[in-house]
């Protein structure tokens, strides 16, 4: 079981980024799966979440409007649109699945309860 991110880099403020998250060893169909981040300093946090089975996404009200999450269950991929990027969202942007919790409650996991983490990749907004 493995999540592998991808796409991070350095944007501008108001510009947009795609961060992928590559899946292997389980399905789309029978988890979670979502994207946490963590800034120097601050405690991690839920950002957004999808259960492709039932087609339900949930978002922080931080990047509600700003940030679209989505499945492709051919490519066992979940990707997280970024867009109208601050400042405020730097951070390490960690992929995590797990195949119990429901998605209402996915956002509010502890980390030790998380099934699979991936190892995270950083997203910079400055100008």
């Known amino acids: 079981v493995q999540l592998v991110e991808s796409g991070g880099g350095l944007v501008q403020p108001g510009g947009s980024l795609r961060l992928s998250c590559k899946v292997s060893g389980f399905s789309l169909d029978y988890y979670v799966i979502g994207w946490f981040r963590q800034a120097p300093g601050k405690e991690r946090e839920g950002v957004s979440c999808?259960?492709?089975?039932?087609?339900?996404?949930y978002y922080a009200d931080s990047v509600k409007g700003r940030f679209t999450i989505s499945g492709d269950i051919a490519e066992n991929t979940v990707y997280l649109q970024m867009n109208s990027l601050k400042p405020d969202d730097t951070a390490v942007y960690y992929c995590?699945?797990?195949?119990?919790?429901?998605?209402?409650?996915?956002?509010?996991?502890?980390?030790?309860?998380?099934?699979?983490w991936g190892k995270g990749t950083l997203v910079t907004v400055a100008s």
């Open positions: 995590a699945a797990d195949g119990r919790v429901a998605p209402q409650d996915f956002l509010y996991v502890r980390y030790n309860d998380m099934d699979t």
């Open positions: 999808i259960s492709s089975s039932a087609g339900i996404t």
